[in-house]
């Protein structure tokens, strides 16, 4: 170990330590040309200021930061990439062309005006707005596996034109009649405007205009 007037403090051989505390703006490098290993006994390794935080595990790397992040070239200083909270504007850096992530808060997600956007997911896609999700595009696309829900406290306004392709919608078999055994059946109704609605199935060849529809005289 050497200590040196500029304030350098270095380590010759290798070294056991457990939680460093740097100095206000102080730096941890290594020796020119030769590279900084540093290693965690069956442990994380973990660089913390503040609430920021980039850790280091057997499996994955994650950074946590209340802000934002920013990678850029430290000789040029040239911003490879950057979240940009503060100007709510996140681009992916050139040449990525996909996104993978588990969770995102964001304002909106959009594709430029030559490029479709997909989102695609293994399991279960939730999108959730606090005051509402909005749609838009010149085509709008759903292709799913399983079940499409959606839920909405007031109402949902589809605007345009709307095509449900029925070649892979289940069907009941001829033995299962209305009004036998326990299944209930709903019938997906639009209004003039876009609006959407239920409506029990009690009978065959039964329609969409019931006395309690959300549509006025639009239906």
Same mark, same amino acid.
């Given at each position: ?26 730096? +941890?490098?290594?020796?020119? =040309?030769? =590279? ?8 994380? &390794? ?10 280091? *595990? ?14 850029? !070239?430290?000789?040029?200083? =040239? &911003? ?7 100007? #709510? ?17 964001? *304002? ?17 896609? &939730?999108?959730? $707005?606090? *005051? ?7 085509? &709008?696309?759903? #292709? ?9 406290? =007031?109402?949902?306004? /589809?605007? $345009? ?7 892979? /919608? ?11 055994? *326990? ?26 205009? +019931?006395? !309690? ?5 639009? /239906?």
């Amino acid at each position: 170990m050497e200590f040196h007037e500029s304030g350098l403090l270095r380590f010759k051989q290798v070294s056991d330590m457990g939680v460093i505390h740097p100095l206000y703006k102080s730096t +941890v490098g290594g020796r020119r =040309n030769e =590279n900084l290993v540093i290693t965690g006994n069956n442990q994380p &390794i973990v660089f913390q200021q503040g609430t920021t935080k980039l850790s280091v *595990e057997k499996n994955k790397t994650s950074i946590t930061s209340d802000i934002g992040m920013q990678f850029f !070239d430290p000789r040029t200083q =040239n &911003i490879l990439f950057s979240t940009d909270y503060e100007t #709510h504007e996140f681009h992916l850096p050139s040449g990525v062309k996909s996104l993978n992530v588990q969770k995102a808060s964001t *304002e909106r997600i959009t594709s430029n005006a030559t490029s479709d956007l997909n989102i695609k997911v293994d399991g279960r896609a &939730i999108v959730r $707005g606090n *005051e509402g999700v909005f749609i838009m595009g010149k085509t &709008i696309e759903f #292709h799913m596996g399983g079940n499409m829900e959606l839920k909405a406290e =007031n109402s949902i306004i /589809l605007n $345009g034109t709307v095509m449900v392709s029925t070649t892979r /919608l289940p069907s009941s078999s001829s033995e299962h009649q209305f009004g036998a055994g *326990e299944w209930v059946r709903y019938k997906l109704c639009v209004c003039a405007d876009g609006t959407l609605f239920k409506v029990q199935v009690t009978g065959q060849n039964m329609g969409c205009q +019931v006395s !309690d529809h959300p549509c006025g005289n639009s /239906l």
